[in-house]
Structure formats: C-alpha cells, structure tokens
C-alpha cells in the first residue's frame, strides 16, 4: 500500500513531519482522522488430477485492487471506523481499539489530546507558583449547562482558569458594573448590579462561553489582594437552571447570596444573583458551649406527611426556646429569632 498506491500512485514522495513513512500506529503523530486502504485479493487456482500422484494445484492468476476500507455505519475510507466494524466483528478487542485512539483522537478532541500529552511531561494548566496570594477551587460543575461569572473585590490583580474543559477561558475587566458585557461569546449586558454584594466596582472575570460548559468541569480562582490581606470573591449564578448546583453546595461553604440582577441584549434576557465569600476566611470567635434545655412545657406532634414532597416551616411565638424533630433523619430544624 505505502508503495504502491500511496508513492507510485499518488506520488506521496514524503513523510508527514515528526512520522515515518511507514510504520505501525504506536510510531505515528496523534492526528484527527486517517485515511484506510483494504487490499482485496482474488486468486484463480487451477487443480489436476493424476492418477499416479494425485490431486496438484497452481496458482495461475493473482489480481490485487486497492480499496477504501469499509468502516462501521457506512463510514469508509476511515481507520477509525475500520477499527470501530473490527471490535463488532470480534475481529479486534475493546481495548486494542481504545488504544488506537491514543494516536486517532478524531474531530474535535485534539485540545484534550494536546493537554494529556503536555500533563506527561508535568506541563498542566494552572497558575504559575506564588502567582495569586488567595487561591480557591471551586466545586465540579454538575449540569449540562452552566452560565456563571466571576467578580472580586479588594484585588490588584486576579485570574481563573479550567483544567478539564480547554474553551473555557477568562478575560480581566476592571470597574464591574451595569453596562458590562458578561460573556465572551454573547453581547449579553448587565443592569441591576448594586453594592460590594454584587461586586460593583470589582475586577469581572469574563468567561468566554456562555453556557456550553462541559459538566463536571473544575474552575480554579486566584486573586492578590490590593490592601490589606482580604479579597471578597464573588459568583454569578442564574435565578433557576444551569447552576452546576454550585446555589446548593456554595451557602454551605460560607458564600452570601445578594438579591437579583438582570442581564439582556434587548431580545433576550435572565436574572442571576452574587454568591460571596472572603478570602482568607476570617476568624471566627471560639464556640461557646451550648445552654442546658430541659424538656419543652408545650408539645404537639403533627400528622404523618401525606405527599411525596412536602414544603413547609414552623414559627412560634412568645416562647424562650424551641425546637422540632422528625422521623426523617435528613430533616433538621434551625432556630432563626425576629422571623420577619
């Protein structure tokens, strides 16, 4: 194939940069596709029979074409999907074809290829050592889509980044504040933006997708603090929807949640709200031991919880104290005085 169809055929006189002419796949440069050449081989056999010596046979005709290969799902002229018809065959085993796409990523996956390749060598994404006095991590994103910003205040300088998906980056845009545009690939503006809950006069770190997040991405945050020690560290997130659940797991982490701001471009519009938290986290007074209850002098025990979900509260007035319990031991109760 190399010599015939490829140099005599096609005039292929060179190797591709970094590859050989020809070799086996382990010996090749990671590339998107490759073409895929099938000899197909019919033979004419002609068989005589002696009575003396028996039955002989010759090969008097061979005749060779060059084919693409047949790849899985019509497919052809395609290594991987050659590869990918062999596994269903049982021709080759699972694992022999996840190996090939060690070297055969296929469209779109070379920026992943190029990180796995660049992390052997101990070259990963990240912040350069000593780059960012205040780091922070935030948690993996868990839904398909996720709209977010991120804003901080009281920083000289600050910068975020994504190990796991490779389009997501983020521009610096300084004296945040109605009128921004909020995403790189969208001409999407914010109004509504109010007070250091919001982060009104922060550093905005623009992410340069909107929504097209791959889900369970890491996001890594750094900032340097302009004076003082502290910086205030702020998250957008939407109302409701394409959270990755970061409105779930950031309250519990000591992050305040800011009223509603809006963001349009005249056509199309959401609302989103702050999520802050200073770094480093301030110390918090020693706990004090907590006062000895005796049993309640009012009791009452409702009915059993008739649906499959429940909302509900409980108040009580002109009490000292009080307390509730139930059956479900992921249901607990906390005390919060002047309800209003």
């Known amino acids: ?51 003396t010596s028996g039955f002989s046979m010759t090969t008097s005709d061979v005749e060779l074409e060059y084919n693409a290969c047949q790849g899985l799902n019509n497919r052809n002229n395609d290594l991987s999907a050659y590869v990918a018809r062999l596994e269903t065959e049982d021709k080759v085993t699972l694992a022999q074809k996840n190996e090939l796409k060690k070297y055969l990523v296929e469209n779109g996956n070379c920026p992943g290829a ?13 912040f350069a050592e000593d780059a960012y006095e205040q780091t922070y991590s935030f948690p993996y994103i868990d839904t398909d889509q996720f709209v977010h910003g991120i804003c901080v205040l009281g920083a000289s300088s600050a910068g975020a980044y994504s190990d796991t998906d490779y389009d997501l980056e983020y521009t610096v845009v300084p004296d945040f504040g109605d009128g921004v545009e909020l995403w790189g690939d969208r001409d999407y503006v914010v109004s509504g933006i109010e007070g250091p809950e919001m982060c009104e006069g922060g550093l905005y770190l623009k992410p340069s997708r909107h929504k097209s997040i791959d889900r369970y991405s ?35 982490d000591r992050f305040s949640i800011s009223g509603e701001f809006t963001w349009s471009n005249g056509s199309t519009s959401g609302s989103m709200r702050s999520y802050c938290k200073t770094l480093p986290e301030p110390p918090t007074a020693a706990p004090s031991f907590s006062p000895t209850r005796t049993p309640g002098d009012v009791t009452y025990e409702f009915p059993p919880v008739g649906t499959s979900q429940f909302v509900h509260g409980l108040c009580v007035m002109g009490a000292s104290y009080a307390e509730a ?3 479900d031991p ?11």
């Open 1 to 51: 194939v190399s010599m015939y169809d490829h140099l005599h055929q096609r005039g292929y006189a060179r190797n591709l940069p970094g590859a050989p002419m020809c070799g086996c796949v382990e010996q090749m440069p990671v590339v998107t596709r490759s073409d895929c050449t099938q000899v197909d081989v019919t033979e004419t056999f002609d068989l005589e029979y002696d009575s």
């Open 114 to 126: 190029i990180e796995r390749n660049l992390a052997s060598k101990g070259i990963v994404r990240g």
């Open 218 to 252: 890491d996001i890594g945050f750094g900032a340097n603090p302009a004076d003082g020690d502290y910086v205030s560290m702020c998250v957008f997130l939407m109302s409701s929807g394409r959270t990755g659940k970061w409105d779930e797991i950031l309250p519990n």
């Open 325 to 327: 319990t139930s059956t």
């Open 330 to 340: 992921n249901l607990t109760y906390t005390l919060v005085s002047d309800f209003k």
